[in-house]
């Protein structure tokens, strides 16, 4: 079993719709968490991170954590074309030195 | 200015040959990293330093060496290529190890034929 699991899609979805992606893990020392966009032949860019449970928001986005389920989601609202990316969860353990990714959804927001 | 850059950009090289790829990053952080992305664009940790110092070294065939002559600089030489070792391959640094967020650079895409 992967430490963390990701759907790596394709996603594709009509502009100015809602995304939600979602990523599961399965060791409870996992702490930290980030979300990383990453577009075509670029490496991946910090979009969200969180070291608690619940919500946090930045703009359109909003990245959500339930450690009791060892479950995260990153929403997207009113998408754009822009948005169009691979989608890359990243978790690091509270005393390590490594975040362990997972596989990345393939986004494609169409106008 | 870019903050983590890498180069080549692009390298293509035949079998059996060796070839380095150097990164510099110019955000004062203490932690580099060599990141392999493969043709499914799962990511996976290879090697990290911290302050010229080696911290991780994941289950990678020793014909890959890194090497840091400083905190700044963080190269990744090969040695004897495989068509396997075809990947796109990152340079990522940190403020300090643990869990600070990485900064990457846009990364090397090697093709060994």
């Known amino acids: 079993q992967k430490e963390v699991e990701q759907d790596p899609g394709p996603l594709s979805v009509p502009e100015g719709a809602i995304v939600s992606l979602n990523c599961t893990y399965s060791n409870s020392a996992f702490q930290y968490f980030m979300w990383y966009r990453q577009y075509s032949r670029k490496g991946p860019e910090l979009l969200m991170y969180?070291?608690?449970?619940g919500n946090k928001e930045d703009g359109r986005f909003t990245a959500q954590v339930d450690k009791s389920s060892k479950y995260i989601s990153l929403f997207i609202r009113d998408s754009q074309p822009s948005d169009s990316a691979t989608y890359l969860c990243?978790?690091?353990?509270?005393?390590?030195?490594?975040?362990?990714f997972g596989e990345g959804t393939q986004l494609t927001v169409n106008p | 200015d870019t903050a983590v850059s890498q180069t080549p950009k692009y390298l293509v090289t035949q079998m059996g040959n060796d070839k380095s790829i150097k990164c510099e990053q110019n955000l004062g952080h203490d932690t580099m990293y060599w990141y392999k992305q493969d043709s499914k664009k799962f990511l996976k940790i290879m090697f990290s330093?911290?302050?010229?110092?080696?911290?991780i070294n994941e289950t990678v065939p020793n014909r890959f060496s890194p090497k840091s002559p400083d905190k700044a600089h963080l190269n990744l030489h090969i040695n004897s290529l495989e068509l396997g070792d075809s990947a796109v391959y990152f340079c990522a640094s940190s403020p300090t190890g643990g869990n600070s967020p990485l900064h990457f650079g846009n990364g090397t895409r090697l093709t060994v034929t």
């Open positions: 330093y911290n302050n010229k110092e080696l911290i």
């Open positions: 990243a978790i690091g353990e509270t005393s390590g030195s490594r975040l362990t």
């Open positions: 969180t070291y608690s449970s």
